[in-house]
């Protein structure tokens, strides 16, 4: 990841070992109309599958999404996801961005993010959790008695 450039902080390791990367995208309002936002995108390797995103407007309320990370490292390449989110390539090459559509029950929101410095944070997570190793430390005993009987409470 390149420091230079703009609107783009790497900080590998935030507070709580969680990953995180802030960076200034645009939300696509129309054929000409853009908004400037800023995205902060945090990875916690304690739960590997998702990646967090809050998105912070100027004047505007923080709002956060937790999207699947491998929806967005699909999604850098090629159409990815179904129904509330949704990740696709919209310019390849120099200037590489990625469009990134999220719906609600009551509206929907387009953005358009830059590619090189996501691709690159996203590998850095998978340096961490590789692809297909998410749930290697799952104790499935555990988690089906919980998703059965309810969390055991320790007993006095």
């Given amino acids: ?14 507070p709580h070992g969680r990953q995180r990367l802030t960076l200034d995208i645009e939300r696509v309002l129309g054929l ?5 936002i ?4 945090r990875y ?12 912070l407007s100027e004047g505007g309320p ?15 390449y090629a159409m990815s996801g179904l129904g509330d989110v949704q990740m696709w390539p919209s310019n390849l090459g120099e200037g590489a961005t990625a469009r990134l559509q ?16 996501l691709a690159a944070w996203l590998e850095h ?6 692809a297909g190793q998410e749930l290697a430390g799952v104790d499935w005993d555990v988690t089906t008695a ?11």
């Fill in 62 to 76: 923080r709002v956060l999404w937790r999207i699947g990370r491998d929806l967005l490292q699909q999604g850098l």
């Fill in 38 to 41: 800023r995205a902060e995108f």
């Fill in 146 to 156: 919980d998703l059965l009987h309810g969390p055991v409470e320790p007993s006095e």
């Fill in 32 to 36: 000409s109309a853009r908004q400037a």
């Fill in 125 to 130: 997570t998978y340096s961490l959790v590789p």
């Fill in 44 to 55: 916690d390797p304690a739960l590997p599958l998702t990646v967090s995103v809050e998105f």
């Fill in 1 to 14: 990841m390149s420091g230079d450039q703009p609107g783009v902080q790497d900080r590998r390791t935030a």
């Fill in 102 to 117: 999220l719906a609600s029950r009551d509206m929907a929101a387009l953005f358009e993010l830059p590619i090189p410095p």
